[in-house]
């Protein structure tokens, strides 16, 4: 008897030790998690994650480019981040002579190692709480405008005092609880970042956008760069002087493998989540603007898989914007199903009534109800600029012609904007873009959201195809000869070409009746939510809340877990080179796979091999290349995806169903190995096993 309730009572506390893998925690304010990371399994302290004293795990960890992580692996400045965060450096080396995206890339030495203009790495230097110092000067009687300028002020005296570019050092102030905590972040920003080597996209991309998203997932989705510094180990520019920098940090690698329930922490910075926001917002994106998106990028979608499948050379040019539109796509159908079966909408709503009743004589009286009114009159306007973005700014050769003629305004050069738009611009696919989304836009959005200068253009023609065909003969954006040969002088004529007219007339419409309601509805929402997020917090006593993610460095933590996506069905957590032989079908270009992977494979002895596992770390976009670590901070794995089933979690966390999908670091290092012969590069690595 006694037996039982103990046993009882040990699945019950394992029960709930295991489930709350939601949160994504400052690293800084980490000893506050600790004893709950420890419990679960982490054998390292607060001080070893994030330490100002000594060298700390935060050190290997960097901000790669401006929307990914990446981890340096060796004292030599080595670093993994994703395939697909390399992506667009990784085709900006490629041609159809050197196609690195298909045959793959290692540099056979360090001097083959190619730099990549524009890209940086960012350590974290350190970070503090600076709520007191920004908000200096501010006293409760000031309006909104006063606190903002008060708050602007202050932290640009701080940032200025942060700064230095002389160390590479560059500071930002990040408002964090919407406004109700500030914390100054100090980066180290490396400006000399190489590529190192890249597996065949039929590997790192394997799966493409059939998988992406999904399990059973089998994607080697990682590249390796090198960080550059100065004779000092202080950033750079690019120079051939410059040598590897020597990190203060660097992970060690654990070969020894994963299993279900083992501890893991993810180290990287999630981009953006709304896990406070109040219903009738996430019934905006549940209900509205998700589904919307999702249709008009399908109709580009298809535009651009029509001509890419017709000619090699189109799909090296669209492969990279393809698969960033088919992303946020795919991630879309996945959120907005999840808010709907978890009915999230229904759950804020009950939440917002008792907090209501709550909040009764309380400084929070009214604020929820304030909320959805500023939603309500922002949420059309809102959903018309989200239209703008999807339609009219999609158009190519319409963005083109705006950079053309800012640079042209400003005096700057326009060559390498010309070299890099005409090297990736297919005018057939822009023709049925320009077709399929003015109509789209012309359809779908209300009479109110229609700018006069569309309803006349429309009415000109006997078809938007009809106005389209002499849009694009007369435009003189399709002539690179033209463009090269434009100057200064020729604004005033440009200004009556068909791309530029169509850009400036939508930019005013946009200026004049979307944005005044976009910024009054912002200004408003900002003390509404500060007030609602304070007010939740004071509501909740007794729970912890994690900031909302805004690409700072964060923590998240959990186990390797498999999930059920639908009944009876239950998906095991660890993945292998079974499956990706299994899907094997040279016919279908997202399962191709490599010849030489074939044959490794027949020799026999490799269908074990592990590819890819889950886990239940709280994740978003931003932590693609994050490291993954097991309890005793060694390398295990690199983030690159969430189950599709759980992208609802950047609004509603369900420890049921969230999964991240991490690459598991033997297969990295087996594609290194077999695949790239480069297994040169394990010399600099460390293995604790
Ligand atoms: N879904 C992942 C992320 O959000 C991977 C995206 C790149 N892969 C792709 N097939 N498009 O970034
Ligand atoms: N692939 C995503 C990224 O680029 C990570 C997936 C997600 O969790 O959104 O950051």
């Known amino acids: 008897m006694r037996k039982t309730v103990l046993w009882v009572l040990a699945i019950l506390l394992t029960g709930t030790s295991l489930r709350a893998d939601e949160g994504m925690w400052l690293?800084?304010?980490?000893?506050?998690?600790?004893?709950?990371?420890?419990?679960k399994g982490?054998?390292?302290?607060?001080?070893?994650?994030?330490?100002?004293?000594?060298?700390?795990?935060?050190?290997?960890?960097?901000?790669?480019?401006?929307?990914?992580?990446?981890?340096?692996?060796?004292?030599?400045?080595?670093?993994?981040?994703?395939?697909?965060?390399?992506?667009?450096?990784?085709?900006?080396?490629?041609?159809?002579?050197?196609?690195?995206?298909?045959?793959?890339?290692?540099?056979?030495?360090?001097?083959?190692?190619?730099?990549?203009?524009?890209?940086?790495?960012?350590?974290?230097?350190?970070?503090?709480?600076?709520?007191?110092?920004?908000l200096q000067g501010y006293d409760a009687s000031m309006s909104e405008a006063e606190r903002d300028s008060v708050v602007r002020s202050n932290s640009a005296k701080l940032i200025e005092a942060n700064t230095d570019p002389s160390q590479g050092l560059k500071a930002s102030v990040e408002s964090l609880f919407y406004g109700n905590q500030y914390f100054?972040?100090?980066?180290?920003?490396?400006?000399?970042?190489?590529?190192?080597?890249?597996?065949?996209?039929?590997?790192?991309?394997?799966?493409?956008?059939?998988?992406?998203?999904?399990?059973?997932?089998?994607?080697?989705?990682?590249?390796?760069?090198?960080v550059y510094a100065g004779a000092d180990n202080a950033p750079a520019d690019y120079s051939p002087e410059n040598r590897p920098y020597q990190p203060r940090m660097f992970f060690k690698i654990d070969r020894r493998g994963v299993k279900e329930g083992d501890f893991t922490f993810v180290y990287g910075c999630p981009g953006s989540t709304q896990e406070y926001v109040m219903s009738e917002q996430v019934r905006y994106v549940g209900e509205v603007s998700d589904p919307r998106k999702i249709d008009l990028r399908t109709r580009r979608l298809e535009i651009q898989k029509k001509y890419m499948s017709q000619d090699p050379a189109v799909r090296i040019q669209y492969a990279s914007k393809n698969a960033t539109l088919a992303n946020a796509w795919k991630k879309w159908q996945g959120e907005a199903r999840g808010i709907a079966r978890m009915k999230t909408v229904a759950s804020k709503q009950a939440y917002?009534?008792?907090?209501?009743?709550?909040?009764?004589?309380?400084?929070?009286?009214?604020?929820?109800?304030?909320?959805?009114?500023?939603?309500?009159?922002?949420?059309?306007?809102?959903?018309?600029?989200?239209?703008?973005?999807?339609?009219?700014?999609?158009?190519?050769?319409?963005?083109f012609a705006a950079g053309i003629l800012s640079r042209l305004?400003?005096?700057?050069?326009t060559t390498s904007l010309i070299e890099?738009?005409?090297?990736?611009?297919?005018?057939?696919?822009?023709?049925?873009?320009?077709?399929?989304?003015?109509?789209?836009?012309?359809?779908?959005?209300?009479?109110?959201?229609?700018?006069?200068?569309?309803?006349?253009?429309?009415?000109?023609?006997?078809?938007?195809?009809?106005?389209?065909?002499?849009?694009?003969?007369?435009?003189?954006?399709?002539?690179?000869?033209?463009?090269?040969?434009?100057?200064?002088?020729?604004?005033?004529?440009?200004?009556?070409?068909?791309a530029i007219e169509m850009s400036e007339a939508f930019l005013a419409w946009h200026r004049e009746q979307i944005q005044p309601v976009i910024r009054e509805t912002n200004e408003a929402l900002r003390p509404a939510n500060r007030l609602y997020m304070?007010?939740?917090?004071?509501?909740?006593?007794?729970?912890?809340?994690?900031?909302?993610a805004n690409l700072t460095l964060r923590v998240a933590y959990g186990h390797v877990a498999g999930y059920e996506p639908v009944d009876a069905v239950y998906y095991r957590p660890v993945s292998t080179l079974k499956g990706i032989i299994e899907k094997d079908n040279p016919d279908i270009f997202d399962y191709n796979i490599p010849q030489t992977l074939r044959d490794l494979y027949a020799e026999g002895g490799l269908e074990d091999q592990p590819v890819c596992f889950l886990a239940t770390n709280h994740t978003?976009?931003?932590?693609?290349?994050?490291?993954?670590?097991?309890?005793?901070?060694?390398?295990?794995?690199?983030?690159?995806?969430?189950?599709?089933?759980?992208?609802?979690?950047?609004?509603?966390?369900?420890?049921?169903?969230?999964?991240?999908?991490?690459?598991?670091?033997?297969?990295?290092?087996?594609?290194?190995?077999?695949?790239?012969h480069a297994g040169y590069l394990f010399d600099e690595m460390v293995f604790v096993d």
């Open 352 to 399: 917002e009534a008792r907090f209501r009743e709550w909040a009764k004589g309380t400084r929070y009286e009214g604020v929820v109800d304030r909320l959805g009114a500023i939603y309500a009159r922002r949420n059309p306007s809102y959903l018309a600029y989200e239209y703008y973005n999807e339609t009219v700014r999609s158009i190519e050769i319409v963005q």
């Open 620 to 676: 978003t976009g931003g932590n693609s290349g994050s490291p993954v670590l097991n309890a005793d901070g060694h390398l295990i794995g690199i983030n690159f995806d969430r189950v599709w089933e759980g992208t609802m979690s950047d609004i509603a966390y369900d420890p049921a169903i969230c999964r991240n999908i991490s690459l598991d670091v033997r297969y990295l290092l087996f594609v290194i190995d077999k695949i790239g």
């Open 42 to 134: 982490f054998r390292l302290s607060a001080e070893d994650i994030y330490s100002v004293n000594q060298a700390s795990l935060k050190d290997a960890v960097v901000l790669f480019g401006s929307g990914c992580t990446g981890e340096l692996v060796s004292r030599d400045g080595l670093l993994f981040t994703n395939h697909h965060c390399g992506y667009s450096y990784i085709q900006r080396h490629s041609s159809v002579e050197h196609d690195y995206l298909k045959d793959g890339f290692w540099a056979q030495s360090r001097a083959e190692e190619l730099p990549n203009p524009g890209l940086t790495v960012s350590f974290l230097d350190h970070m503090d709480d600076v709520t007191a110092v920004i």
């Open 409 to 413: 305004k400003s005096g700057s050069p």
């Open 184 to 226: 100054l972040f100090v980066f180290r920003v490396f400006r000399d970042v190489r590529l190192v080597g890249a597996p065949p996209s039929s590997i790192g991309k394997f799966g493409g956008d059939t998988d992406n998203w999904m399990w059973p997932r089998h994607t080697g989705d990682f590249s390796v760069f090198r």
């Open 27 to 39: 690293p800084s304010l980490i000893a506050q998690r600790i004893g709950d990371m420890q419990a």
């Open 534 to 548: 304070q007010g939740q917090m004071a509501f909740e006593k007794d729970k912890a809340f994690y900031p909302d």
């Open 420 to 498: 890099a738009f005409y090297k990736d611009y297919y005018e057939p696919i822009d023709r049925e873009v320009f077709a399929s989304m003015v109509a789209a836009f012309n359809e779908q959005l209300p009479a109110t959201f229609q700018p006069v200068w569309l309803l006349e253009k429309l009415g000109r023609y006997s078809s938007v195809e009809a106005w389209r065909d002499s849009f694009y003969a007369e435009t003189v954006f399709t002539d690179r000869s033209k463009v090269e040969a434009l100057t200064k002088a020729d604004i005033g004529r440009l200004l009556e070409d068909p």
